[in-house]
């Protein structure tokens, strides 16, 4: 089988939602998805574009993706690579696709400047966090992720407007 690995452009952007869609269904979290085509051609294709992504093919064939954007660690004082998303579709899984797409990735973050790449795994996804540990990639015990999302972000950007009245 052979396996080419290229930047994806914008061109790309159905078959890149498509497997975000695909990877939201095997996790069991399709109420997860609110991204469109439209988003990812927006902000992924433009002036400042918000992420890069790489598509591995095999045989000519899509065979998976990795979706990533720069980083940057205050305590490091290095920038890095952050892996939003990878997907290797199931007929291809067990060929190193998806050790492939991490390489290629950490190989462009390397050419860019990059000296890390971090990732988040779900917590109920053992056979994910096999398979990066098996890499290298090392689940950190001392980090937990938070976030805030949709009409509670909103608030929390109003409130500064609020206390300056």
Not at 43 to 58: K, S, V, W
Not at 133 to 161: C, K, M, P, V
């Amino acid at each position: 089988m052979s396996i080419a690995i290229r930047q994806a452009t914008i061109e790309d952007t159905a078959l890149l939602h498509a497997a975000i869609v695909k990877l939201a269904r095997h996790m069991g979290a399709m109420e997860r998805i609110r991204s469109t085509p439209d988003d990812l051609r927006r902000h992924g294709f433009g002036d400042r574009p918000a992420f890069e992504a790489l598509i591995a093919e095999a045989d000519g064939f899509f065979a998976g993706m990795c979706l990533y954007f720069p980083s940057f660690s205050t305590w490091r004082g290095k920038p890095g690579i952050y892996v939003q998303d990878i997907f290797v579709e199931e007929r291809f899984r067990g060929e190193r696709i998806g050790e492939r797409l991490l390489q290629a990735t950490a190989q462009r973050g390397v050419g860019l400047g990059a000296a890390y790449l971090r990732l988040s795994v779900e917590a109920d996804n053992p056979s994910a966090q096999g398979f990066y540990t098996h890499l290298g990639i090392e689940w950190s015990q001392s980090e937990r992720i938070h976030g805030i999302y949709g009409d509670a972000f909103t608030a929390l950007a109003a409130r500064l407007n609020e206390q300056e009245r």
